[in-house]
């Protein structure tokens, strides 16, 4: 395994489309496990391979557990099959460091993918996870969070909202 660069915002290739992957081989397997290492090294919460700087339909997400323990998601060529309800909230993405935005995201996502051996399987996601699962899927669509955000935070706000939250439900992570 080997940490991979995470491209910048302003970098071309975040605002290509990926291409589907074919090939569930050695290559592929590769990338997902460089992408894991290099998503715990940023302590982020999702990363997608273009955004280092593969133009390919590879996603992770981290699913946060009750007991503290994350659970590695692994897409591959992922698509939405069912969106429902809505949640506003903070995003913040490893490809635009210390910026943060407020976006609409559905509540529920339920997604169909392939897993590493491109078996097909579905999956849902509720709160975060579907705000994730949507953050991520954008950027195999060439899209940052910043250009859906409603609104993009100050300095002040992010941190009086950061307070608000770290009382709740724990820190927030970029995507
Ligand atoms: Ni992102």
Known sequence: MALRNILKEGESTLKKRSRPVADFNER???LLDDM???????????????QVGVL??????????ADGEDTLIELVNP???EASGEQDGIEGCLSVPGVWGLVRRPMRVKLRAQ??????????????????FCHEL???EGQLFTE???KILSEDEIE???????????EEKPE
């Open 28 to 30: 592929l397997w590769e």
């Open 36 to 50: 894991a290492e290099t998503l715990y090294e940023a302590d982020g919460l999702g990363l997608a391979a273009p």
């Open 56 to 65: 390919r339909r590879v996603v992770l997400v981290l699913q946060p557990g």
């Open 79 to 81: 698509e939405i099959v």
């Open 115 to 132: 897993d590493r051996h491109g078996k097909h399987f579905e999956i849902e996601g509720e709160g975060i996870t579907a705000r994730a």
């Open 138 to 140: 954008a950027h195999l």
């Open 148 to 150: 859906v955000a409603h």
């Open 160 to 170: 009086e909202l950061m307070q608000e939250r770290n009382e709740g439900a724990g």
